[in-house]
């Protein structure tokens, strides 16, 4: 999903959140090249916990797993 800086991200953020909070943790996944959208997860409590690869037709990118404990 791609959000405007119009803080629509940091509204769906919140609601993830509040249902979530059950779980004790929330996991997200973040293109490792969009260092704006990592920073953005930090200023919100997401740390790295890991990394994954994933493919779009032939070519294969790197995520970076995050999360937040709840």
């Known amino acids: 999903m791609w959000l ?11 609601a993830a959140l509040e249902s979530a909070t059950h779980a004790g943790r929330l ?5 490792a090249a969009n260092s ?8 919100q409590g997401y740390v790295e916990a890991g990394a ?6 032939a070519n294969e990118y790197d995520d970076l797993v995050l999360a937040r404990a709840l």
């Open 4 to 14: 405007t800086e119009k803080g629509g991200g940091g509204k769906l953020m919140s």
């Open 52 to 57: 994954r690869k994933f493919r779009v037709g």
């Open 36 to 43: 704006r959208a990592i920073a953005s997860y930090a200023r």
């Open 27 to 31: 996991p997200l996944r973040a293109f």
